[in-house]
């Protein structure tokens, strides 16, 4: 059974960064590629990175290009958000998530398995 563990959320103003972690379980994790994905009450889930299991190529929401990076270490099991020059938009619960094997990182229907998500919450 795979799990992840999502850390790293936290209160922070406006403009500044935070690392988020998700740490998995499992010795198939990098073999997978990985997502995060956010939910802001009242919204739905929404793509925000995604990464392919060698970390060769990486993908991004719109929103979130030219701030956001996403990367991973498969030695450590861990993937990794890293958010600068966070926006009150940016509020949302994280979640990581991996992928049943699909080729479409983008939709939430490819991920097979989520961690719990972790809270960020950006002031003005």
Do not use: H
């Not at 009450?41 to 990076?69: C, H, L, M, N, Q």
């Not at 961690?115 to 003005?124: A, F, L, R, W």
Request: charged share 20%.
């Amino acid at each position: 059974q795979v799990q992840l563990v999502e850390s790293g959320g936290g209160l922070v103003q406006a403009g500044a960064s935070l690392r988020l972690s998700c740490a998995a379980s499992g010795r198939t994790f990098s073999r997978y590629d990985v997502g995060w994905f956010r939910q802001a009450p009242g919204k739905e889930r929404e793509f925000v990175a995604a990464i392919t299991w060698s970390g060769g190529s990486t993908y991004y929401a719109d929103s979130v290009k030219g701030r956001f990076t996403i990367s991973r270490d498969n030695a450590k099991n861990t993937v990794y958000l890293q958010m600068n020059s966070l926006k009150p938009e940016d509020t949302a619960v994280y979640y990581c998530a991996r992928t049943r094997g699909g080729i479409d990182l983008t939709r939430i229907n490819e991920y097979q398995y989520w961690g719990q998500g972790t809270q960020v919450t950006v002031s003005s």
